[in-house]
């Protein structure tokens, strides 16, 4: 994998740290792969697509930085205080599309990030956040795996990243999730097939109803089906293209990426 490739000469002044660097990525087949490396601050970054057009070296943007645990325009974007940024790697990711990207994809991507500077301990509060346009932070933590961290999950699109530690109760982040995929479902309902959107609604409500009465392992499974169904109907049923600088809503990558993130909480609460 190729290193660092340059530094922008421009200053941060929120924080007065110095501005991103630019990484210049490694692309084999249909993943996008990158070093990144901050001073004494690294990660590897993956980006694996199901089907995508246009993937190059130029196709996509991929910058990251060195953050202040206490910056005040990051923390204000996150849940609450009991979302926080990491001492350990205090590193935010931001991957765009190029002014000149043709890149398409359709389905979702899966973006992993793994780091030696944390480590992964039993009941660990480290989640994998995303955010769009500088809205709010919020969690697409599809898969957290032993050893030192390796952070993955789901997504519709880009914009950017930042791994941090969550400890708000796990019921409470469950509820959130679910709310969260209802109301990608019900605002997206127009671009949907009336059949598709029966058959998931039914499928949600089911999962809701498995929550509300503990019954997790079957939540558990639910999702994943839920997932599935939306991946079967993709296409004329359910939108499911992402183009770079386009306008078309990638519904099927949205609805894919909050199941999968809701999954992994329940599977969370499921371990205690």
């Given at each position: 994998?190729?290193?660092?490739?340059?530094?922008?000469?421009?200053?941060?002044?929120?924080?007065?740290?110095?501005?991103?660097?630019?990484?210049?990525?490694?692309?084999?087949?249909?993943?996008?792969?990158?070093?990144?490396?901050?001073?004494?601050?690294?990660?590897?970054?993956?980006?694996?697509?199901?089907?995508?057009?246009?993937?190059?070296?130029?196709?996509?943007?991929?910058?990251?930085?060195?953050?202040?645990?206490?910056?005040?325009?990051?923390?204000?974007?996150?849940?609450?205080?009991?979302?926080?940024?990491?001492?350990?790697?205090?590193?935010?990711?931001?991957?765009?599309?190029?002014?000149?990207?043709?890149?398409?994809?359709?389905?979702?991507?899966?973006?992993?990030?793994?780091?030696?500077?944390?480590?992964?301990?039993?009941?660990?509060p480290l989640r994998l956040y995303r955010s769009h346009a500088g809205g709010p932070f919020?969690?697409?933590?599809?898969?957290?795996?032993?050893?030192?961290?390796?952070?993955?999950?789901?997504?519709?699109?880009?914009?950017?990243?930042?791994?941090?530690?969550?400890?708000?109760?796990?019921?409470?982040?469950?509820?959130?999730?679910?709310?969260?995929?209802?109301?990608?479902?019900?605002?997206?309902?127009?671009?949907?097939?009336?059949?598709?959107?029966?058959?998931?609604?039914?499928?949600?409500?089911?999962?809701?109803?498995?929550?509300?009465?503990?019954?997790?392992?079957?939540?558990?499974?639910?999702?994943?089906?839920?997932?599935?169904?939306?991946?079967?109907?993709?296409?004329?049923?359910?939108?499911?293209?992402?183009?770079?600088?386009?306008?078309?809503?990638?519904?099927?990558?949205?609805?894919?990426?909050?199941?999968?993130?809701?999954?992994?909480?329940?599977?969370?609460?499921?371990?205690?």
């Amino acid at each position: 994998m190729k290193k660092v490739a340059g530094v922008l000469a421009l200053l941060v002044a929120a924080n007065g740290l110095a501005a991103d660097t630019l990484i210049t990525p490694t692309i084999t087949g249909n993943q996008l792969t990158a070093r990144i490396e901050l001073g004494a601050l690294a990660a590897d970054l993956s980006i694996t697509f199901e089907q995508v057009v246009g993937l190059n070296v130029s196709a996509l943007q991929v910058s990251a930085g060195a953050v202040s645990i206490s910056d005040p325009t990051i923390l204000s974007r996150l849940p609450g205080s009991l979302v926080s940024i990491p001492a350990g790697f205090p590193v935010l990711v931001r991957i765009e599309p190029s002014a000149s990207s043709a890149l398409s994809f359709a389905g979702v991507y899966k973006l992993g990030l793994h780091t030696h500077n944390l480590t992964f301990t039993a009941n660990s509060p480290l989640r994998l956040y995303r955010s769009h346009a500088g809205g709010p932070f919020v969690d697409m933590t599809g898969s957290l795996e032993m050893g030192s961290v390796r952070a993955g999950g789901s997504g519709p699109g880009f914009s950017e990243f930042l791994i941090v530690a969550d400890v708000r109760p796990t019921d409470s982040v469950i509820a959130q999730k679910l709310q969260t995929l209802e109301t990608a479902l019900a605002s997206n309902q127009a671009a949907i097939s009336a059949e598709a959107y029966t058959e998931l609604a039914g499928r949600l409500q089911s999962i809701r109803t498995q929550i509300t009465t503990g019954a997790i392992g079957p939540a558990i499974d639910a999702c994943a089906a839920f997932g599935e169904e939306v991946k079967k109907r993709s296409g004329s049923a359910i939108p499911d293209v992402w183009q770079a600088h386009g306008t078309v809503v990638n519904v099927a990558g949205i609805l894919r990426s909050a199941a999968d993130t809701l999954r992994f909480s329940l599977v969370v609460k499921s371990n205690g």
